[in-house]
Structures are given as C-alpha cells and as structure tokens.
C-alpha cells in the first residue's frame, strides 16, 4: 500500500483538493488511459490497463482519505453530534398537530387511490394534447354543449 502523497502524485493533485476536484481529474485521466482508446497498439493496451489500474486504486484511496477528513473536521468534541432525521421528525411532528378539514381528508382518501396511476395519466393526457385532432374535437364538443345549453 502507497501513501497519501504517493496516490496524490499519480493523480496530480495537491492536498487542498476538494471531492469535486478529484472526481473530475480522476475522469478526465480515465478518459486519457482508458484501454479501449488504444486497441490498435498492444504494448500502449497493457501499458494503459496497468495505468488505469494505479489511477483507479489512486482515487479509491483518496476518496477515503477525504472522507476520514471530512468526518473528523465535522465531530468536534465539544460540538453536539446533530442527527439529520431529527429536523425532520420535528416537521413531521407539527404538521400531524395540525387539524385536518374533513373534507381534505377524503380527498386526500380518494387521490391515494389515484397516485400509483399518476405517470401513466400524465403519459396519456400529454399524448393527447400532442393530437390536433382531438384538440380540434375536444373544442368542437365544448362548442356544441354551449349552443345546446343556450337553446
């Protein structure tokens, strides 16, 4: 196993990079030794494989390192450990306070029913505004319930 610094010259990077920046050097040297870009030469193939190799190892390594990083410099001791759900229970805690109307509550019943069709209706009625010959119907049937109203 290398050191930090060892994977840090392979990829090319100081020790000020941030996750961001090593994702996108680690991409763009896999672009540059990614062995299909060079099937053509066999010596470069084999030269390439071990490379991406190095580099792949390289970025798992660094990637842990600055996550071990980031979680020390996110726990301090005299800083009280936050829990990410707890904001949330709280949120979910005020809003079932909360009384609901009754008439809120059956149809949020009935829309229940609903929610699983929901993509495919989108689905549907985007295909169907898409149609100008339903539109054109759609349009003449409002007509015609209008005039059939006024008479």
Do not use: C
């Not at 896999?30 to 970025?59: F, G, M």
């Not at 842990?64 to 020390?72: M, V």
């Not at 949120?91 to 306070?97: C, I, L, M």
């Amino acid at each position: 196993m290398k050191s930090i610094n060892e994977y840090r010259k392979i990829l090319g990077v100081d020790s000020s990079v941030t996750p961001a920046e090593l994702k996108k050097v680690y991409r763009d040297l896999v672009k540059e030794w990614h062995p299909d870009r060079l099937l053509h030469n066999p010596s470069l193939h084999k030269t390439a494989q071990q490379k991406l190799q190095e580099i792949n190892e390289a970025y798992d390594q660094l990637q842990a390192h600055l996550a071990d990083q980031n979680i020390r410099l996110s726990t301090h001791v005299n800083e009280p450990s936050r829990d990410p759900t707890a904001e949330r229970r709280k949120a979910n805690n005020r809003t079932a306070e909360r009384p609901v109307a009754p008439f809120v509550q059956l149809l949020n019943r009935y829309a229940a029913s609903w929610r699983k069709h929901r993509p495919w209706v989108w689905r549907v009625a985007v295909d169907t505004v898409k149609d100008p010959w339903i539109i054109a119907a759609f349009i003449l049937m409002l007509v015609l319930a209008i005039v059939v109203d006024w008479f």
